[in-house]
């Protein structure tokens, strides 16, 4: 009991230090990314945040940084809080809510950020061409793809394959401990019984013996007198006698 006790508060130590982690590293990303698209100066002339670096490259980097604290502050409720604990209806509320925050991140925060992206700083619009098709692929039609129609596959593209990744894993945790060791099958005799070894046993996979009635060989049992005593289909010896 105190084995199981002591490993709950590990885990609770673990994931709390990884919530605090999670959320430090997500604050201290956010102000580095506002930093980051802020002008050089202020209204009156003055440097702001001259430490950091500015480009579109460093905030994207920094929003990178943000979104990772963000899971691994979800990551660290998680293991704190619900992993591998008797689920109760308030920890399935939790883990409710924590999976809920994760689908946010993982539909919401990142589509926006990479349209944001794409639109603001990589100024991919309509009017910037992407690929051009050969015309004698297109009938001899003049025909292109334009930066914009590559956003808007990626934009499409994303969640597809992000909800089939989340559906294959959910699949794979659910049966993750349903292997079952199942019991190698006990030999059976040829009357049905199970077949056991040791003194009086005959040995695991080898058919028993026993006399039928009505056999039509008998064996034979020496008497203490040293005369043949003829033995029964039973193996007991046959006496003479009323009865």
């Known amino acids: 009991m105190e084995e199981d006790e002591l490993t709950d508060r590990k885990k609770l130590a673990i994931g709390l230090t990884a919530i605090v982690l999670g959320i430090v590293t997500t604050i201290a990303a956010s102000v580095f990314v506002h930093g980051a698209e802020s002008p050089l100066v202020d209204t009156f002339g003055r440097d702001l945040y001259p430490i950091v670096p500015r480009g579109w490259v ?141 003194p009086g046993f005959a040995p695991a996979g080898e058919a028993e013996t026993m006399p039928v009635a009505g056999a039509t060989e008998h064996a034979s049992q020496t008497s203490a007198a040293g005369t043949p005593e003829p033995i029964s289909a039973f193996g007991r010896p046959m006496r003479d006698g009323p009865g």
């Not at 944001?116 to 050969?134: D, G, M, N, R, Y």
């Not at 015309?135 to 089939?164: C, D, F, H, R, W």
């Not at 894993?169 to 040829?190: A, C, G, L, N």
């Open 58 to 198: 460093p905030a994207t980097i920094g929003q990178l940084v943000a979104v990772g604290g963000a899971l691994l502050a979800v990551a660290g409720a998680t293991f704190a809080f619900v992993y591998d604990r008797q689920l109760t209806w308030a920890r399935a509320a939790v883990g409710a809510a924590l999976f809920t925050g994760l689908m946010l991140i993982l539909f919401a925060v990142i589509p926006n950020q990479w349209v944001t992206l794409a639109q603001s700083s990589l100024e991919w619009t309509p009017q910037k061409v992407f690929v051009t098709i050969p015309p004698a692929l297109v009938l001899g039609n003049e025909m292109s793809v334009s930066y914009k129609t590559l956003q808007e596959i990626i934009a499409g593209t994303y969640p597809v394959v992000m909800l089939a990744v989340i559906a294959t894993v959910m699949v794979k945790w659910q049966t993750r401990s349903r292997t079952i060791d199942k019991p190698k099958p006990t030999p059976v005799s040829s009357f049905g019984r199970p077949m056991r070894d040791g």
